[in-house]
T-cell receptor, first 111, second 117 residues
Framework: GEDVEQSLFLSVREGDSSVINCTYTDSSSTYLYWYKQEPGAGLQLLTYIFSNMDMKQDQRLTVLLNKKDKHLSLRIADTQTGDSAIYFCAELEGSQGNLIFGKGTKLSVKP | EAGVTQSPTHLIKTRGQQATLRCSPISGHTSVYWYQQALGLGLQFLLWYDEGEERNRGNFPPRFSGRQFPNYSSELNVNALELEDSALYLC????????????????FGDGTRLSIL
């Protein structure tokens, strides 16, 4: 079945760039998403990309999509301590409507 | 614009009891999705309701059920609660009136934390 993989942890220094990677298996995925979850909270939609795009930039966030390798990345420029959270990659499962999530990458930002 | 709201924030039950969780979507959104976030299992899709109908269901037993009301709000019911049902239950909504034409992403509430003793 469809699967989404992410590394579990990432630690960076404040001011550096963070790059969170994700691989997915469903080649028919039309949209791919990045969500952020802070402790005790729900999921906050950060950004998403349509599968016919290679890149999308939104302020400090850059999403890169390599459809051939089924690889998605989220780059956060000038990472701040407030960016510390768990970041989830998700793909939309075709016409089924539901999202398939990775297990999340915990980003720790050191001052 | 108010976001997705869920109630209650926390719910404590014992094994065998029944739980009802509620969700109000963003105004204008017609689809509601339920996900379970259990420790060690990640986020798993439970149910999708659109225009009052169940459109899709995840790999969960029938004791997980729900409904969507005419005002698009939704309830998730879990019967015969088991210890492993302890989890954060997240509701999301999207505006699917143009489904197939454009994507409308799912927006999530803060969840209901269900604890089974």
């Amino acid at each position: 079945g469809e699967d989404v993989e992410q590394s579990l942890f990432l630690s960076v220094r404040e001011g550096d760039s963070s790059v969170i990677n994700c691989t997915y298996t469903d080649s028919s995925s039309t949209y791919l998403y990045w969500y952020k979850q802070e402790p005790g909270a729900g999921l906050q939609l950060l950004t998403y990309i349509f599968s016919n795009m290679d890149m999308k930039q939104d302020q400090r966030l850059t999403v890169l999509l390599n459809k051939k390798d089924k690889h998605l990345s989220l780059r956060i420029a000038d990472t701040q301590t407030g960016d510390s959270a768990i970041y989830f990659c998700a793909e939309l499962e075709g016409s089924q409507g539901n999202l398939i999530f990775g297990k999340g990458t915990k980003l720790s930002v050191k001052p | 614009e108010a976001g997705v709201t869920q109630s209650p924030t926390h719910l404590i039950k014992t094994r065998g009891q029944q739980a009802t969780l509620r969700c109000s979507p963003i105004s204008g959104h017609t689809s509601v999705y339920w996900y379970q976030q259990a420790l060690g299992l990640g986020l798993q899709f439970l149910l999708w309701y659109d225009e009052g109908e169940e459109r899709n269901r995840g790999n969960f037993p029938p004791r997980f059920s729900g409904r969507q009301f005419p005002n698009y709000s939704s309830e998730l019911n879990v019967n015969a609660l088991e210890l492993e049902d302890s989890a954060l239950y997240l509701c999301a909504s999207s505006d699917d009136r143009d489904r197939g034409v454009s994507n409308q992403p799912q927006h999530f509430g803060d969840g209901t934390r269900l604890s089974i003793l």
